[in-house]
Nanobody
Framework: QVHLVESGGGLVQAGGSLRLSCAAS????????MGWYRQPPGKQRELVAA???????NYADSVKGRFTISRDNAKNTVYLQMNSLKPEDTAVYYC????????????WGQGTQITVSS
């Protein structure tokens, strides 16, 4: 079992910055992908950014150039630096971890609210 704990959400004005952190604990494999998803009000959950244990990153088009994902493998922690925030970035942000063993395993954090005011 894997437990994900997020921190860093909150209220920010448009144009501002926030940094999210997600610490993973438990049975974590050395090869995995950690990422951030978000769910705006009334919409489906969507990928924001992901990073493999080898450092390969993937971003949603809507956040490219504004958000940066990084990770510290020694601490099993993933970060999301969010700059130039827009009201449309308002959502609940969820940390995600995927890893493969006998089968694929996927875990979610509890979610953290980010509200960007105009």
């Amino acid at each position: 079992q894997v437990h994900l704990v997020e921190s860093g959400g909150g209220l920010v004005q448009a144009g501002g910055s926030l940094r999210l952190s997600c610490a993973a604990s438990g049975s974590i494999f050395s090869i995995n992908t950690m990422g951030w998803y978000r769910q705006p009000p009334g919409k489906q959950r969507e990928l924001v950014a992901a990073i493999t244990s080898g450092g390969t990153t993937n971003y949603a088009d809507s956040v490219k150039g504004r958000f940066t994902i990084s990770r510290d493998n020694a601490k099993n922690t993933v970060y999301l630096q969010m700059n130039s925030l827009k009201p449309e970035d308002t959502a609940v942000y969820y940390c995600n971890l995927k890893q493969s063993g006998i089968r694929w395993y996927e875990y979610w954090g509890q979610g953290t609210q980010i509200t960007v005011s105009s």
